[in-house]
């Protein structure tokens, strides 16, 4: 219609231009509307005056279109057209709409300064403070609407409660709710509803009732929704009773067994679970299990037999509380009341059963579950696979994969993960590889991370050429291996001495896409220090450095242990300025690693230095430290210097007892202080103290020198 309109080139007045503009933001075409504005203009069809563009605003408005509208607005200006209290209404609904908060808030200041500002625009905006969850704002609006004689209708009223609960701000909605009475609404069941449920979850019990009996009074029937709100919130079994005998006897089976689901979510809720499997038993009419208290819970004498729901909010509370016997024994009652139980209830009850190893009632509650028409899913085969692999049952497993084949249902990757690892644990290494190669046949495909770990146990077992022989393997069926699984490799080799099978698999992992991590390097280094490489491991620090791979304490430990070993304390005192300019902070182990090759070079004097710095940062040294540096002050001939480690190591309580590797070193070391003049009696004093204690005085040889019997 309006192409036809336009190719007659049929002229409008600004008035029936307005209306169609209208029309089409109410159907939603404001993008049309806004086209067939500038089409009209600029064909010369009509002259657009303050009311087109009003419409216009009006119809951009509902498409939430901002940039449009003020671009609009902007226009009006520049024409010389006069902007009224209509057009500013839509400028202000686009910003409420899209959240612009503060630019909402200035339109409607210059409203209120020029006296537009009506019911409706007051309501625009408490409906957006109350939607943007701002109710103190809303509420503040709602007042100063009042001091000026201004009234929100019913419908803003109803959706401003809700929002004010929905925001848990119940104590607003119950305000807003006085005022909406007081203005002359009359009360509806839906808001005594919202409000009901919103006092409930706030635990405001003896609110929600009051407003419960102001809702009586009105003549309002409460209906099953507020009334099983209450009853699932109430912890007073006298309230329970008394809002129970209020319900009309004529309620019909489903809403009677509604309630009383509420009477056994609230029991469950309040940490009642005897008393909800109690009066689940007398609605099963177990006249046995009954008591006063439950006895009054059924005025109306009726027998009301539990369906599904009433059998499960028991049950998953039963569950959770570890009470399987008593869920095992609901269990088997549900078919004497006709109820059959869903997948969903056999699942909590086969988890919970496999968690506790009870495996063989797990599988009669599947058994029962196929023969009453429920099929199991896939977490119910994995809970039974989950309890076969943590009992490293593998042909229990194994049983159960083909199972789970036939429903085509995935075994978990943590179940075969965790079994392949606890078998490679137990020397099981083996085994756990002819799991995952009976896995493949079945057709499943075991993850990376148990190749992983059956690699890893396979080394331990059979050393690296097996695993090796496996790790090809699986690279064979287009696996593509993790950097975990290649460093294990590496590190096994490196250990072996086999550095060059590992410099291979290096490039591999280039090949393969990935990047070499700060620990494969540091295996690498390690190996090349200990096997006597130690300028290749200096050149693969570099190597570090050129991929960007940052070297951590571990990387300068092992290299400072490898220089120092080689004859070079030069060039590991070095790497430790290099790791300190690198801001690496060294840990104990790297300033004990400094300390011992320091000495074992025969530099004692500048070990001690980096021990005091050491104590400085609050590390306690072994004793094995204290005797390297006793040990490099002997060789130095420096008795004093030694004797004073000696005696710093005693008072702190390190010298090795008779079992310590160390000991014999430390009984060396004795012997030379006791035949030194200069130490020999600062020794007998030690020694008679107690503070050397595998050591006693006897045989003294000369005056001043005696001999320690170790």
Known sequence: MIRDILNSRCSFSPGALGFLIRCLGDVGLAQEANELFDQVRVMGLCVPNNYSYNCLLEALSNSSSIDLVEMRLEEMRNIGLEIDKYTLTPVMQVYCNCGKFEEAL?????????????????SMLVLSFSKWGEVDKAFELVERMEDQGISLNQKTFCVLIHGF???????????????????????????YDVLIGGLCRNKELEKALCIYSEMQEFGIQPDVGILTKLLESLTDESEMIRLLQEIPQDQDYGTMILLYNSVLKSFVSNGLIDKAYCLLQVMMGNESNIDIGLATLFPDK???RPNLTSFSIVMDEILKNGKLDLALSLFRDMPQSGCKPNVLLCNNLINELCNSNRLEESFEVLKEMKESGSEPTQFTHNSIFGCLCRRKDVPGALNMIRQMRVCAHEPWIKHTTFLVKELCKHGRAVEACEFLSSMVQEGFLPDMVSYSAAISGLINIKGVDQALHLFRDVCSRGYSPDLVVYNILIGHLCKENRLTEAEYLLNEIWRSGLIPSVVTYNLFIDGWCKNG?????????????????EPNVITYTTLMDGLCKAGRPDDALMIWNEMERRHCAPNRIAFMALIHGLCKCGRPNVALLYLREMEKEEMKADSFIYLALISAFLSDLNIPSAFEILKEMVDKGNFPDSLDKNYLTARDAILQFAKDSRTSSDLKALIAEGKIPTLALSDVVSEGEFKPII
């Not at 609960?165 to 807003?176: H, M």
């Not at 491991?537 to 991929?547: D, R, Y």
């Open 106 to 122: 200035n339109v409607f200041n210059k409203m209120y300064e020029w006296l537009w500002v009506d019911a409706h625009i007051y």
């Open 165 to 191: 609960v929905k925001e848990s701000r119940v104590d607003k909605a119950l305000q807003l709710f006085a005022k909406m009475l007081k203005s002359g609404f009359p009360p509806v069941a839906s808001l």
């Open 302 to 304: 009726r027998i009301l």
């Open 533 to 549: 490489f130690v300028d290749k491991a200096m050149h693969f620090l570099c190597k570090m450095s050129g991929e960007e791979r």
